[in-house]
């Protein structure tokens, strides 16, 4: 193979790779779109968090995980739990509350799991995934496993006290998780520079000892390779990496937020830095992309939900008599 072919066979290469991130961003952001109809039509009740506008961190961070891998997750995690492959319609069923959901519609929106892809939730707690990242990270290591644990959370988990002793556990124990905290800078309404002496989450972290880095979350490809050399890190034995992954939610921190805590025109700005737009100019550029090609997966992506709206709606709810199913007393008779 010649230089020039081995070139343009790598750069058809990065073109295919940069496509299929832009496809599962835009999956995920057509789904939660309807999430919003749904909700609003009442199919879908409890709370819901939305991560419009913060899809290139579920896409770039999952994208460099092997299946073997653990991943813990917030309450925020729709786009976490697909981009790891839960199916669509398990987690719409979920989110309908039937027992076809990935968590048998017990769990609802904030509680996606799925063991079988060493998916552990979604947790409503702030900061409460985070030990649960380092035990599962210690439980890998003492089985002889070479699995590393990514550990998603938002920046208001940094004011935790569960967080400090979590990063500092992990560190002197070396163990194999990459924290990955999507700094979206104002946590459930409060801007960080308004509950954070210091607003550097990555020098925070680095404080315990680990490898701590910023990174840009807007852009899918940058929080990739980024996540690739921390998960290599961790999994040579390097220990824990810090990844604050610098991103914005385009919505309100919840389906029952008011939204008066930004103003109007700092989102604006934001969204001029949309994840999915961005990268489609690159893809366009390339010549990846053009609007037939688009306008294809969009068809694509609809007719999925379509279909996943469809199965999640014909999945049962669990009976009353159920109720106490899976549920463990501490008490003895």
Known sequence: MTEAIATDVAAEAVRKNRLALFTEMLRIRRFEERCVELYSAAAIRGFMHLCIGEEAVAVG????????????????????????????????????????????????SMHLFDVSRRFYGGNAIVAGGIPLAVGLALADVRLGRRAVTACLFGDGAAAEGEFHESLNLAALWRLPVVF???????????????????????????????????????????????????VETARAGGGPCFLELRTY??????????????????????????????????????????????????????????????????????PVEDLTRFVVSGSRP
Do not use: K
Not at 190 to 199: I, K, N
């Open 61 to 108: 961070a999952l994208a460099a995980l092997d299946p073997s891998d653990a991943v813990v997750s917030t309450y925020r995690e729709h786009g976490h739990a697909l981009a790891r492959g839960v199916p669509m319609e398990a987690v719409l069923a979920e989110m309908f509350g039937r027992t076809t959901g990935c968590s048998r519609g017990r769990g609802g």
């Open 249 to 318: 939610r385009f919505r309100a921190h919840s389906m029952y937020d008011a939204d008066r805590y930004r103003d109007p025109a700092e989102v604006a700005r934001w969204r001029e830095r949309d994840p999915i737009e961005l990268l489609a100019a690159t893809l366009g550029t390339d010549g990846a992309l053009d609007e037939d090609a688009r306008a294809a997966l969009e068809a694509e992506i609809a007719g999925e939900i379509d279909r996943a709206v469809t199965a999640a709606e014909a999945g049962p709810f669990e």
């Open 180 to 230: 990955c905290c999507e700094n979206n800078r104002y946590a459930m309404g409060t801007a960080l520079a308004r509950s954070h002496a210091h607003t550097d989450l990555a020098l925070r972290a680095a404080s315990y000892g680990m490898r701590s880095w910023a990174v840009d979350g807007m852009d899918v490809v940058a929080v990739r390779e980024a996540t690739r050399i921390a």
